[in-house]
């Protein structure tokens, strides 16, 4: 009896092992929903926690099954009393999509990378067979010429910036000719773009404004600044055509990016030196534009845009002014003044917050021997990119 009693008892427990070893097999090979090792998103963001956050960002949105065309909704241009020219509604024509919470860059240490989330775009002015200013003026092969120059500085200010946690663009990295409509349509195709792919996170889709992209893969492909080739698309002549005016509508939206046209002067002059820098209101642009066409019926050209950020360009250039005479007090234009509207093209084809800074005059010597330094650029440099992070984290 005491035998067969062992007897059974053994047997139960080799069942029980048996029983023990299939299930944490099971559990191994077969994980419960409890126990499941697939990546949950918790999971693929811990690799980022320290990471920053972009400020310009909320949750990843999801799309909606049913998207409608973008709504577009031009406005009607209005007549002033005496002008020639119309102007546009300040309205947007399209729904605003994009509103970036800057106030969450101010504050922010330079150890902090602070301006990740922003964006740079720089325009090294001329470059390959247009050499720009020149010293000598008037001769073939100058000394020293302005692509060069703006081309090296250019670089400077982008490694300042991306140490401050910026992306940069550069519309040209090495000595390569782009005409200033190639140079307008790389930056209004960007932008495109940019805001196409944030479509279907907002319930729309393109299929509205898709013949806005065409003729801005024409400009590009024709390279060139003159109006009888077409190398200017919808931007040739007086005012701003209503396609025109969408897309200025879509970079009115991106105040987390900032386009910096960079130069040089020359006169025959060389007495005159100094820095001066360049920004576009929207008055100066109606009033200047309204004078080429004096006299002419209203209906001719186009309104004038009206959405151009006037106050926030002026307050970039400033601070660009301020932190470069800063460090180069030599450079302190000695005119009446060194901040200066200018309706030049690629201030008034592209509505980001910009400037075209005239860094000096190289056909004055003491301007020559800071713009042809190390020192002198790399100077220029800090200063232009300390005005970019006064920008967004010194309000």
């Given at each position: 009896?005491?035998?067969?009693?062992?007897?059974?008892?053994?047997?139960?427990?080799?069942?029980?092992?048996?029983?023990?070893?299939?299930?944490?097999?099971?559990?191994?090979?077969?994980?419960?929903?409890?126990?499941?090792?697939t990546?949950?998103p918790?999971?693929?963001?811990?690799?980022?926690?320290?990471?920053?956050?972009?400020?310009?960002?909320?949750?990843?949105?999801?799309?909606?099954?049913?998207?409608?065309?973008?709504?577009?909704?031009?406005?009607?241009?209005?007549?002033?009393?005496?002008?020639?020219?119309?102007?546009?509604?300040?309205?947007?024509?399209?729904?605003?999509?994009?509103?970036?919470?800057?106030?969450?860059?101010?504050?922010?240490?330079?150890?902090?990378?602070?301006?990740?989330g922003?964006?740079?775009?720089?325009?090294?002015?001329?470059?390959?067979?247009?050499g720009?200013?020149?010293?000598?003026v008037?001769?073939?092969?100058?000394?020293?010429?302005?692509?060069d120059?703006?081309?090296?500085?250019?670089?400077k200010?982008?490694?300042?910036?991306?140490?401050?946690?910026?992306?940069?663009?550069?519309?040209?990295?090495?000595?390569?000719?782009?005409?200033?409509?190639?140079?307008?349509?790389?930056?209004?195709?960007?932008?495109?773009?940019?805001?196409?792919?944030?479509?279907?996170?907002?319930?729309?889709e393109?299929?509205?404004v898709?013949?806005?992209?065409p003729?801005?893969?024409?400009?590009?492909?024709?390279?060139?600044?003159?109006a009888?080739?077409?190398?200017?698309?919808?931007?040739?002549?007086?005012?701003?055509?209503?396609?025109?005016?969408?897309?200025?509508?879509?970079?009115?939206q991106?105040?987390?990016?900032?386009?910096?046209?960079?130069?040089c002067?020359?006169?025959?002059?060389?007495r005159?030196?100094?820095?001066?820098?360049?920004?576009?209101?929207?008055?100066?642009?109606h009033?200047?534009?309204?004078?080429?066409?004096?006299g002419?019926?209203?209906?001719?050209?186009?309104?004038s845009?009206?959405?151009?950020?006037?106050e926030?360009?002026?307050?970039?250039?400033?601070?660009?002014?301020?932190?470069?005479?800063?460090?180069?007090p030599?450079l302190?234009?000695?005119?009446?003044?060194?901040l200066?509207?200018?309706n030049?093209?690629?201030?008034?084809?592209?509505?980001?917050?910009?400037?075209?800074?005239?860094?000096?005059?190289?056909?004055?010597?003491?301007?020559?021997?800071i713009?042809?330094?190390?020192?002198?650029?790399?100077?220029i440099?800090?200063?232009i990119?300390?005005?970019?992070?006064?920008?967004?984290?010194?309000?």
């Open positions: 009896m005491h035998y067969r009693t062992l007897k059974i008892l053994t047997s139960l427990f080799m069942a029980i092992v048996i029983v023990v070893v299939l299930v944490a097999a099971r559990s191994t090979l077969w994980p419960s929903e409890e126990t499941d090792v990546t949950t918790e999971q693929t963001t811990q690799g980022l926690a320290t990471e920053p956050p972009d400020p310009t960002e909320s949750a990843a949105p999801t799309t909606v099954a049913d998207p409608v065309p973008l709504p577009v909704a031009i406005g009607q241009a209005t007549t002033e009393p005496g002008q020639s020219l119309r102007r546009w509604p300040e309205d947007l024509s399209i729904p605003l999509l994009r509103e970036p919470d800057l106030s969450l860059y101010a504050g922010r240490k330079k150890t902090e990378k602070p301006l990740e922003i964006t740079v775009i720089l325009d090294p002015g001329h470059g390959g067979q247009d720009g200013a020149q010293y000598p008037k001769v073939l092969y100058p000394d020293v010429a302005e692509k120059i703006v081309l090296s500085l250019s670089l200010v982008r490694d300042q910036l991306e140490q401050l946690g910026a992306d940069v663009v550069m519309l040209r990295e090495t000595d390569v000719w782009q005409s200033v409509y190639y140079r307008i349509a790389l930056v209004n195709r960007w932008i495109y773009q940019d805001f196409m792919e944030q479509l279907p996170y907002h319930g729309y393109s299929s509205s898709d013949h806005l992209l003729p801005l893969e024409t400009m590009l492909e024709i390279n060139s600044d003159y009888s080739s077409g190398g200017r698309g919808p931007m040739n002549g007086v005012g701003t055509h209503e396609d025109v005016k969408v897309l200025l509508d879509m970079q009115a991106y105040t987390d990016v900032l386009f910096l046209s960079i130069h002067n020359a006169l025959d002059d060389d005159v030196g100094g820095l001066q820098v360049y920004y576009l209101t929207n008055d100066h642009v009033q200047t534009e309204n004078n080429w066409v004096s002419a019926d209203p209906m001719a050209n186009p309104p845009y009206t959405r151009y950020d006037d926030a360009r002026l307050r970039l250039a400033e601070l660009v002014r301020d932190q470069i005479i800063d460090r180069l030599e302190k234009f000695p005119g009446e003044n060194d200066l509207p200018g030049y093209v690629v201030l008034r084809e592209i509505a980001l917050t910009g400037l075209l800074i005239e860094t000096g005059f190289i056909t004055n010597e003491q301007d020559r021997a713009l042809t330094s190390v020192d002198g650029q790399t100077k440099s800090e200063g990119a300390e005005a970019v992070f006064a920008y967004y984290c010194r309000p």
